[in-house]
């Protein structure tokens, strides 16, 4: 219950016996004893983890589950085999509601079919694979397909694309309702051009039309002034219709850009949450592991049995630079990667807050600050409390690796059909992280406090001259991440502004 505590994204934990038998699980309402899901065989088998999206009598009750399974080892033998359910629809659910622009249909699929979307309904628009490329065959839509590229190694089940479509009806509505708006000037110069150029031919044919008429007058050749009035209307209504058009041009140019700004900008900084609720979870979790309550508890703790624990542990969570623990009087005796700071004394206030706490939901971060811990570079790390009994003895810290990790987050999320570029800020505008080449981190971003000072809306969008050059920028707050800044101890406001250049 500790595990599923922490990390709530799974609604079922099961420990089976090598024969499929349940020793143990979460969910109360999932009545299950036996699995003959191979899964079980097939974890069994192999030294990596399984995973499986399908129905099983694992979770009998759902038409399908997403399993993660891992064989448990002990004195080099197989004993059992432990399986995660992941939430799978309830995840997808927040990651439509986070995305989905207007009237867009958001669906995931992969050679097993759609496996997840935003509106039931258009499980039945029909969906041709073929070549590892997607073709809606119902032409209503205006669609883009886009396979995974995969995130920290991890690429999905079957080779996962996302798939968004638009209504075409819809399309040509949102664009009647915004071509009154007050409109950047997007046009780029041979656009502007066509407009001259029609000008141009429009006041020749009115010369010309003023030369007729005179002609006409004098000759009394009455007839031609009706043909005259006639190409004179034919010829505004022209202009007008060229202009328009390329106006129309204009107004879905400039709501793509505003769109691709402010879907990045979700889109880094929801990641940044997911990620970071991670390390929240990681750090309360391995706080628990009866090693190190024991060791701490020790007069002489074993610092050698520690560090190699840590080591396993940051060799399987690379997000992390090194991985700590400390005693009560905040001395590390233990460290993953760095045994020079074994012995030192530590000072700051993260620290002190997780040795006064004794609920093991709570954890701790640093400021956003330069430390000794990350080479002086500036990063988070998440504390928690490890307790033997009721006695606090000590906490663990995880270095979170934020230039790497932050930046990486940025680069994946900037649309790479436009130029510009990201930054994380917090709500003094000081940089977390950005993918702009001449921007420091913990600098002040110079920039107007109403995009940082987001309430209800949580996103804002306007234009911007930085160095020289034209952008439209987008920020979007952090809303957190299930109980992650939402439901527990730790408040922390940050934004994500993405400049997409005009």
Aim: net charge negative; with cysteine.
């Amino acid at each position: 219950m500790e595990y599923a505590s922490k990390y709530s994204v799974y609604n079922e934990i099961i420990i089976f016996d090598t024969q499929g038998n349940v020793q143990i699980n979460m969910n109360r309402d999932n009545l299950i004893q036996k699995s003959t899901d191979p899964i079980i065989e097939d974890a069994l088998n192999t030294n990596d983890y399984v995973e499986k999206y399908s129905t099983t009598d694992i979770f009998a009750s759902q038409e399908k589950t997403l399993v993660y399974a891992q064989k448990i080892r002990h004195n080099s033998q197989n004993i059992g085999v432990l399986c995660l359910c992941f939430k799978f629809e309830d995840e997808l659910e927040s990651i439509f509601k986070n995305l989905s622009h207007n009237n867009e249909i958001l669906s995931i699929s992969g050679n097993l079919g759609i496996l997840a979307t935003n509106q039931k309904s258009s499980k039945n628009i029909p969906i041709k694979f073929e070549d590892k490329k997607y073709t809606i065959v119902n032409k209503k839509y205006v669609s883009v397909s886009k396979q995974t590229s995969g995130y920290q190694g991890y690429s999905g089940i079957s080779d996962w694309y996302a798939t968004a479509m638009q209504d075409t009806i819809e399309l040509v509505k949102e664009n009647v309702n915004v071509a009154n708006k007050d409109k950047k000037n997007l046009l780029n110069q041979e656009l502007n051009d066509i407009i001259e150029k029609a000008n141009d031919i429009i006041d020749d044919i009115a010369d010309v039309i003023i030369n007729g008429e005179l002609i006409a007058c004098k000759q009394k050749v009455y007839l031609l002034t009706p043909i005259l009035d006639n190409m004179r209307s034919i010829s505004t209504e022209l202009l007008s219709s060229i202009k328009d058009s390329i106006r129309n041009l204009e107004v879905v140019v400039e709501e793509g850009l505003i769109h691709d700004a402010k879907m990045a900008s979700h889109l880094a900084i929801d990641i940044m949450d997911r990620s970071l609720y991670e390390r929240a979870n990681d750090s309360r979790w391995w706080a628990l592991t009866p090693l190190f309550e024991d060791e701490l508890f020790s007069d002489t703790p074993d610092s050698t049995k520690l560090n190699a624990t840590l080591k396993y542990i940051n060799d399987l969570y690379t997000v992390y630079t090194n991985i700590f623990i400390y005693d009560k009087n905040k001395k590390v005796i233990a460290s993953s990667t760095d045994s020079s700071i074994i012995g030192n004394t530590l000072s700051q206030e993260y620290l002190e807050k997780t040795l006064f706490n004794t609920n093991t939901q709570n954890y701790y971060v640093s400021d956003f600050e330069n430390s000794s811990l990350y080479r002086d570079k500036a990063t988070y790390i998440y504390s928690a409390t490890i307790k033997k009994s009721s006695a606090v003895v000590g906490g663990i810290g995880v270095v979170f690796d934020s230039e790497v990790e932050f930046r990486e987050m940025l680069n994946d999320s900037f649309p790479s059909s436009k130029k510009g570029f990201m930054v994380f800020i917090d709500k003094d505008k000081r940089i977390i992280s950005t993918n702009h080449s001449s921007l420091k981190i913990l600098d002040i971003l110079d920039i107007d406090e109403k995009f940082v000072a987001l309430k209800d809306a949580h996103s804002i969008y306007d234009y911007l001259t930085y160095d020289d050059k034209e952008y439209i920028v987008a920020s979007v707050s952090s809303q957190g991440y299930r109980e992650y800044k939402t439901k527990d101890n730790y408040v922390n406001a940050t934004f994500c502004l993405t400049f997409i250049e005009i």
